[in-house]
Structures are given as C-alpha cells and as structure tokens.
C-alpha cells in the first residue's frame, strides 16, 4: 500500500488546520473612527476574533470575519454598520 | 485578566477558521477558555458543534496549538483524569480541559463526570449548554427547556409539541457533588467567564466544573447578531442566572434588582415561538421558584 | 531474587501486573476478578507499587482512564470480566485502533443472560476483533509470566498494541498453585520502561488525537494495524524466547504441542481445562491412541499457519470450545482453527464440539468420549454440522 500517511496512528501534527471562512461573508462590518470610542467592546464579543488592537486602536480585520453583525449590534456607539459584499 | 485585554495580551490556540455557524457564541465561549487557560494544556472536544467544526481537526492536521483530542462522547472526564494522574504522578504541572456539550455532560458523559468530581480528579470540566445536540441535527437532550421546539421535539400545526420535561438542573447537581469549584458562565458576561476560568485554573485540591449557557443561532432561530443579547436576556431574566459555589458556598455574581420578564427572552428564539401565554407563565413561575431557591442558598 | 509462592490466578496476575511498574492503575470490581482489585489497592496502600491508582465507578470509566493515561505516557493496567468488559466495549476497540499499549486481564466468565457468575471465555472471545491481541493460558504461573511478557509484546516497536491475558474465572482465578515469582530485577531487566514515540498528548509538543479522519487514511491505519497483529505473531514467539533465557520458563509461543509429533489424531482445546484434556491423552496413549493435544495460546493474532502445520496430515482432530459462536452452531475456535486449515490447504475432517459452558465442568471423561468421537471420524467421516454438547448428567 502506498501510504499518504507517515504515522501509524490517527494523529494530527502537521500543521494546523484551516477554513477561509471569510469567504462566508455576505455583509461586512466596517468601522466608523469617528463615532468609535475604542472601548473595545466589539473585539471583545467577536466569535473569531477578528477585531483586533494595534497602536491602541481597535481594527477589524477580514481573513476569517464571517459577517455575523455582532460587533455591529453590541457596539454602544453605533460606529459599526453592515455594508453588503460586493458580487454576493 | 482584564477581559477587555484579551484580544491584545492573549494568544489565540484555536484554529483561525473553524467552521461554527455565523454569530455561534460557543465559538467565542472556546476561544475565550484557551485564551485564559494558555498554552500548557490539553483539551478534550467530544463528538459535538466544537469536534464537528474543526478543532480536534481534519487527516493529519490539528484544529488547535495545543494538545487536543476527541474523547467519545460518554467518557471526557475519564480520559482525563487519566491524563491528569499520569502528570501528576510525574510531579508535572499541566490544565487537563474539556470542552464538551450538554449532551457529552448532563446525558451520555454524565456517569464518567459524576465519578470523576466524586473521586476529586483534578481536571477543569466546561459545559457549553446550548440545550440539545445540535451539531447533529437539533435533537432534545436532558438540558433543553421545558416546551422548546427541537427535531425530536417536533410541534404540530396546531401548535402543539414541543418537550414535555424540565431542563436538568445541572449546575446544581454538579454543586452537589462538593467539588471545590462550580460556576455557571454566560458569553454576554465575558468578564465574568474570564474571572472564572482563572479560578478553576487554580483549583488544586478535586474538580472544577464550569457550565456555560450558550444560546444556539442555527438550532434555536435566533438572529446572529443578536446572539448575545439572547445570552444577556438569559441572565436579565434569572432564567440562566450567574452564580458560583467555592468549597459549598453560593454567591450569585449577578443579582438584577428588576429582572425582567422571561416572556423577553423567550420571544426573541424561535423553538418558543408556539407557546401559549400559559405556557410562558409556567417557564416564569418556575425561573422564580429556581431563582428563589437560590437566592435562600447564597444567604446561608 | 526469586521466590517460590502459593498463589491464585488473581494473585498471580496482580503481582504479575505489579512487577512490570505500571505507572497508571484504574479497575472497577466483577467477579471474578474482584480480588485483582483488592490486591493492588493492597500492595499501593503497603507502598509496595508507586502507581498512580483510580477506583472509577465502572469498567467504562477503567478503559478510558487508561486511554487517556497511555496517551499521556504511562504504562497501565486493568482487569475485567465478562459483563464489565462488555460495557467496556466503546473505549475498548478504540484503544487498540489508537495503538495504546494497555494490558488487561480478562478473568474470563460466562456472558449472560441467563444470569451467571461463572467461567468461560465467551467475553472476549466474542470481541475478538476489536483489534487486541488475546492470550489465553492454562495454569497460574503462565498468568504471571504472561503479565509481564505482555507489556514487553505490546510496547514492541513494531506492534504497539494492547493486550488481553485471558483466563478462565474461578478454575484459575479463584484456584491456588505454586507459582515462582521472578525477582523484581530480573523483570527490570527484561522490561525497559515505556516511552512512546507514536502518539502523546504533552503540552511540549502538541498534536491532535483522532482528528477527522476520511476513509482513505483509515484504510492506512487499518492496513498498518493488521500489519502489527501479523508481527505480533513473530514478536510473541521471541518473547517467549527471551523470557525464557532470562528467567526460565517458556510456555511455547504461539500454541502448546502435546504428544503431537506421532499423533494420527489431535484434540483442540485452550485455557484451564487443557489439564483434564492432556490426561485424558495420556490415558488414551496407553490405551493405543496415538492422540495427540494442541493447545490455543494465542487467538489473536491467530496462528493460522502454525496451527495447520501442526493438524495437517492428521486423519483427524476435534475442538472443544467452552464458548459458542451463534449462528454456526459450532463454538468460536472451531470456526477459527477450519479457516486456518483451509488457508494453508490442510484439509482434515473435524469434529466441534461444546463443553464446560457457564463454569461447567468439563472433565476427564469428557475429553475421553470427544476422543473417541474424533478416530471415529476419522474413520467415518465427520457431519461437521453436529455439534457434539459434552454436559453433565444432572
């Protein structure tokens, strides 16, 4: 047998395993800077973490945001809105 | 740990992309976990929404940084209690975790955890309750809500349906165990969650067991974005309250001065959308009656 | 040093047990095993064993404290019986399809219902393919040689798998005999301590265990696993060899030959009533019969060529199983040992026959009239649909 494994047993240990689930997205959440208030609120309930910190300023990145619109109804400013995807 | 700090100072050991619904507040809820527990601990994920989504993995790659295997579904606090024995005999100190469901807990698994918190192996067991088994279809379990709709729950044209039961006090049964530590979680309350990982983490002496209401989007019909206000209404309402037990003493960690309504809650999800006002008033009187019994618990 | 006991087969297999330093314990009582139990709980309150030890509240529980400890990296053990390896039965197979190196002793008792307490293999026998290699042994020092030779088979390199010692409840379990007792330096010597390589949950060096899989992989895994069982067959037979060159007793490998060199004629049989059966051939010898016996050690991995070279050319053997395989209307081994012949083109009439169900007795006399009926098959041919029941007149 031609063996595609190299172990023996069921083990995962090559690397870690991924889904591009930003590829899920139908809408996505876009930051108004000058409503924000950097409370940190929207990063803290985010289910992928998506929204993160840098220079003190929270970001929302896109990699695996999968467009749920949490940030967008928890944020206490109303800073975040849903902007449809384009060609989705 | 500040909870408002952990996307910053924390490191994230789940996979990036794990396949959980839209908006699913487990998700959150796990990551969350990891990110307080750190990197020197082994997780256990049995079959359910977290084993389904990724994150013990796909072939021969892993869905996390670290340790991470899939117990089966009736036996999580026994595998690791015996990774735990074998660590502790080595005199090396390692956070031995599951991350199971309400079905992997209150049903099939119950047996194994019931005995293990007896035994005082010293594991952190954490309960993601999203009241059924809901990675398989949205099928009852012994945790879901009296009336609720699910697909072995089914509900007529009439209206007429839905489960017969009460939800399974779980929390309380695990508080009655003795264990050292018991608290019940909520992923509105991250802070909270956060404050009790760090306790549970610190428990040297038997089990700590965790439960941690988890509104399901997909199984129950709620709206993702809501998905936590659902997990907050929850809370509000003193249907899911927030309460720990350290060495057999009750606190409640949330105390609503005006509760509200659990008609609030309830209408917001979908599996209640049949219920007559009776029914409703039946859910109420008994999240009084439970609330009460608490709150005389936490005054002793 | 060495010492020279009186022991019963629980005894027998826990200090077996104990002397191969497991570093994880975890039982739950049955009988017959319950004293197995006792004697651990005893030898680690009396700090004779540095073992870490759980009393779980079920066998379910025993197999997957074990699972998750040999995932860790210790070495284990556990003990069980019929009823409570059943329930066992979930984490069971899984052990075996993760490669851990576990030993358990089964103390083989009848399954019910009707409701039993008694001996007979029909437990493990009935779970014979969950991926195990089983070792079945007749008398109670071959149970505490055989304990220690187990962690050596299973942690081989090239098998890393779990192991059974099997052996009948009551008749060995509950029955004294003396049984010399290797000195613990001799055992340390024959018995590096286990590290494995293949599979570890340590924080150090993550990995998952048993992501998703798909079935292309599977089919690996199932490939290499048979891979292991038929080097077991090997690594068995070398153990035996080494153990006893080392400390000096060899309980024949894969299966125990008597009187088969010459024989014309062979009985089967395996476990605890393989005494009454060799004296039953001693008295059929004198009698003129050239019978001969061939005991099963080993059924999994099953030895089938060594089993044919043995029975090939024979005019004819019997088995006798203390178990039955429902829906042939034979018991288990005697379905085992025809494939085996059939394999390897032996082809030799053959007598099934079922005895000592639920703890019977199966006696002296029995094996004589089951001789009997074997060199008349083998003059008249056999109806191998006709199970002959050897029973008891009540």
Known sequence: ??????????????????????????????????????????AMYCPVFSIIKEDEKYIITYDYCKGCGICVHECPKDAIDMIPEEGK | MK?????????????????????????????????????????AVPPGCMGGVGVVGWDMKSGAKVPVFFPLLDNPASML???????????????????????????????CLSGAAERGDKIIYICYDNEGYMNTGYQRSGSTTKGAWTSTTPVNKEGIGGKMQNKKDF??????????????????????????????????NGLAYIHIFNPCITGWGVKSEESIEVARLAVQSNFAPLYEVENGNFKLNMNPRNPKPVKEYLQKIKKFSHLTDEDIEELQADTDKKWNRLVNLASL | MSRVDVLNGNQAAAIGASLARPGVIAAYPITPQTPIVEYLTQFKVD??????????ESELSAMSVLTGASLAGSRTFTATSSQGLALMYEPYFRASTLRLPIVMAIVNREMISPQTLWGGPQDSLTIRDAGWIQIYVEDNQEILDMMIQAYKIAEDKNVLLPINICYDGFY????????????QELVDKFLPEYEPEHIKLDPKKPMAVDPLTSGYLLMEYRYRHLAAQQEALKVIEEVDKEYADLIGRSHGGLVEEYRCEDADCVVVTMGSMSGAAKEAVDIKREEGYKIGLLRLRVVRPFPSKRISEVLKGKNCFGVVDRNVSFGWNTGILYQEVNSAMYRHGGDVPSVPFIGGLGGEDVKIEHFLHAIEKIYEGAADGVDCEQTIWLTNER
């Open chain 1, 1 to 42: 047998m031609k063996f595609k494994s190299k172990y023996i047993v069921p083990v995962g240990a090559d690397g870690i395993y991924e889904i591009d689930t930003g590829k899920w997205r139908t809408e996505r959440p876009v930051m108004d800077k000058d409503k924000c208030i950097e409370c940190g609120i929207c």
């Open chain 3, 172 to 183: 060995l379990s509950h029955m004294s005999e003396r049984v010399e007792i290797p000195a």
């Open chain 3, 47 to 56: 700090g004779k064993i540095d073992s870490a030890m759980s009393e779980v």
């Open chain 2, 81 to 111: 209690a015996g990774i735990k024995l074998h660590y502790d005999r080595l005199g090396e100190d390692v956070n031995v975790v599951a991350f199971a469901g309400d079905g992997a807990t209150v049903d099939a698994g119950f047996q």
């Open chain 2, 171 to 204: 929390p309380m049964i695990m508080a009655m165990h003795d264990i050292p530590y018991m608290a019940t979680a909520n992923p509105a309350y991250v802070q909270d969650m956060v404050n009790k990982i760090e306790k549970a983490k610190q428990v040297d």
């Open chain 2, 3 to 43: 909870a408002i700090d952990l996307v910053s100072k924390t490191e994230e050991l789940i996979s990036p992309g794990i396949s959980a619904c839209v908006g699913c507040n487990v998700e959150l809820s796990l990551r969350v976990v990891m990110r307080v527990l750190g990197p020197n601990t082994i997780l």
